[in-house]
């Protein structure tokens, strides 16, 4: 595995740019969220002739990114389509240098997107494996990327913060700036509960994460709390 050290704030051009390699299909753990790599991708050229493709995971995202370009926040020196239900894409490719869009109309336009990329991200990309459970757009547009002819001299990058277990990472992006975390982890779920209680009581700011809406109420009734 392949380690790039950041010292900003925001990643650097310069830094995005390793994360891409022609020809290559590379899994990036940017450690943290906000950090600027999305942004960063937009500040990316694409090659003479092609364009860079960025594969958002909610339309949403393309909305947010679309007015950012607007107000010259996100690739604002770019020439860009956003593409999402509703908004096809209108342009041809050799007016374009961004194209951001989400998994359905990628699908909906590979044969054209085909052979004309330069650099292709997919933003956010554990949630992309989650969800290809139940949304099979995610499921065929990952079997293309990685089976499929026409994208052999474009480099694809999968980029998350929060990579599943057992996902492959070919690049990790070390925050200088960020002291190390210790993660302790336990079976014992009264011993958890316990510990939470202590810290409430005690004045700490605590976080919380639970699926179970019992295990919350239980704490905050031993920590003698009644709001949240």
């Not at 925001?10 to 390699?21: A, D, G, K, V």
């Not at 906000?34 to 942004?39: L, S, Y």
């Not at 949403?60 to 894409?89: M, N, Q």
Request: proline share 2%.
């Amino acid at each position: 595995m392949k380690i790039l050290h950041n010292t900003e704030k925001w990643l650097s051009t310069e830094l995005i740019e390793e994360c891409f390699e022609t020809g290559k299909k590379l899994y990036v753990d940017k450690v943290v969220t906000g950090n600027g790599f999305t942004t960063g991708f937009g500040f990316l050229k694409p090659a003479i002739g092609k364009v860079n493709v960025l594969i958002a995971p909610s339309k949403s995202i393309v909305i947010d990114k679309k007015k950012e370009h607007a107000t010259g926040e996100f690739a604002a020196k770019l020439r860009c389509a956003f593409v999402y239900e509703g908004f096809p894409l209108r342009e041809h490719l050799s007016k374009l240098d961004l194209v951001v869009i989400v998994s359905d109309s990628f699908n909906n336009n590979s044969s054209e997107l085909k052979g004309n990329i330069d650099k292709l991200m997919v933003d956010e990309f554990h949630s992309v494996i989650v969800q290809s459970a139940f949304r099979p757009a995610l499921k065929k547009m990952i079997y293309a990327l990685e089976h499929e002819e026409g994208y052999e001299d474009t480099a694809i990058t999968f980029v998350t913060a929060s990579p599943l277990i057992d996902t492959r990472i070919d690049i990790e992006i070390k925050n200088d700036f960020m002291s190390d975390r210790i993660l302790h982890t336990t079976k014992d779920l009264d011993n958890s509960i316990d510990r939470c209680v202590e810290s409430i009581k005690s004045g700490k700011k605590t976080m919380i994460f639970t699926q179970d809406s019992n295990t919350l109420k239980k704490i905050l009734k031993n920590a003698e709390r009644n709001n949240i």
